[in-house]
């Protein structure tokens, strides 16, 4: 390649390394990067071949490019050899800095490995130093570009031109241009792990926005209400935004809506409802307040959003009008519990409404002052809620309850029944269950038919719940017969109810032009804890027929 004693030699040796060098940082990609590194050597070095095999990430190596023979070019690229071929390869090689050499005389052991080679003619050489066909040199190429760093590859060089073994000038040569091509290497593959991870992000991002975008209209665009609102901290449950759906079911826009909370809207009685409806797949059903004023029943559904790995979470709410449905459940539930005809509770919600005032154990001692006037006054809980869910004072123990000092009925009011006739009066207060049976109503039925009857019915059930408290009950029990609960009464006062509950009922009664008349005899029992609610109405009916009975030679009806 040259003599060492001509200076001039190493200079253009060097303007042509410089060259092939530069020449490496303008490839564009690996590929580009790899061919560039082989063609320098035949280029630059003064080799006719030149192969570059890199490492592969299961650790052996392919030929990835090759210069000076297209032939031989066309039969090797691309194959492979084994990382265990190549170790030994460079193990038993003559070390000639970082460089590897095997002669001829040595390398006739590794004809038969799986290393990709070619196979070159040429006469025996007639001097030591010349070069011989079957001689191998490779110049390894490390990431760090010492021999201490990770194998990138190996360059494999054949035939000088000069025709001998390259000396000290040569090696130096090559081995600095391994050096240079390491770098090369590893920089064009950086690149190239850039560029993919470039497309890729470019991907997600645009895969990020697609889906934003989906979110966004099934959001704005979705039948129902959907509301995305603020996660923990002091702002929980603040909304933050709403789509058109939400906004048109409260009657509120867009920029109202994000100066509320949830809390602000929701009914007060439901308050609770909200704060134990869980962030995380919560549901609730409960009620929101419209601009109007008035609420509509709704179906909230939570679900957790994260903005990002770490970032802030957020609360997204689905809102369903389900107005419609509470509607025909409270219908429904009203028909079950109310008569038909009248609109009167029924004898089931009677009962129901009776049971919850009763525990099964018998009030041993009359109530103190605090006791009768919860009695007397705190009937809301009673009569207050809504129908076929009355909630008294207490609720019937099971079977074996215990009842001790402190048991589970310590809350609990327990009715007590006032003195009866045969002892002074002690101002004690009860609830009194006035057991009404009309009479001559049979006959109206019987003359003017069932038309006629019904509408007695509606007016006598009227004329009752005219003439007794709001917090009092007015039932049919069935047929003919009605029963009052009143609380917070004397006996005396009891009695004064039913007549004038009776005298209410007496004055005619007008169906289509005709005036028809019905008396009502009334039995006035009362429930105390101990009894059930079928042995109070039993007890009130019976009072009812002692009196029917007594006044069976008064003259109860007319008309």
Known sequence: METESEPYVRLATLRQLHQVVADLNTARSLADTLQTVADGVVNGLGYELACVNLVRPDGDLVVAAFAGNPAAEALITGRV????????????????????????????????????????????PRFEDEWHPSDRLFAPMYATGGSGGELLGVISVDRPRNGRRPGAWGREALQMYAFQAAIAISNARLRANMQRA???????????RASEESFRQAFEYAPSGMAIAEMGGDQHGRILRTNDAL???????????????????????????????????????????RRDGTYVWVSLRNSVVADAADGPRFLLTHVEDIEERKRRELQLAHRASHDSLTGLPNSAELRARLSARLCRRPHAGRPSTVDSLDAAYDNSGLYGGAAGHPAGHGHAA???????????????????APPDETE????????AVLFCDLDGFKSINDRFGHHTGDAVLIEVARRLTSGVRDGDTVARLGGDEFVVLADGLGRADAQDLAVRLRNAIIPPIRVEGRAVRVGASFGI????????????????????????????KQHRRAG
Do not use: N
């Open 424 to 431: 002074a009066d002690d101002g004690t207060k009860g609830l």
């Open 247 to 289: 906004c048109r079911l409260l009657g509120r826009p867009a920029s109202a809506m994000r100066r509320y909370s949830f809390s602000d809207l929701v009914h007060p009685e439901d308050i609770g409802t909200l704060l134990r409806t869980s962030a995380e797949g919560g549901r609730a059903e409960l009620r929101f307040g």
């Open 398 to 416: 099971p079977p074996g309850a215990h009842h001790g000092a402190q048991g589970d009925f310590d809350h609990h009011v327990h009715t007590v």
């Open 198 to 208: 470039l497309v890729r992000l470019e991907r997600e991002q645009q895969a990020l």
């Open 81 to 124: 050899g084994s990382r265990e071929s190549w170790d030994r390869r460079l193990a038993m090689g003559e070390p000639w800095g970082a460089l590897r050499f095997i002669p001829h005389t040595e390398g006739w052991v590794l004809d038969e490995d799986d290393v990709p080679q070619w196979y070159t003619e040429g006469p025996e």
């Open 525 to 552: 029992g009362w429930a105390h804890c101990g009894m059930s609610a079928d042995e109070v109405l039993h007890s009130a009916d019976q009072r009812m027929y002692v009196e029917k009975r007594s006044r069976a």
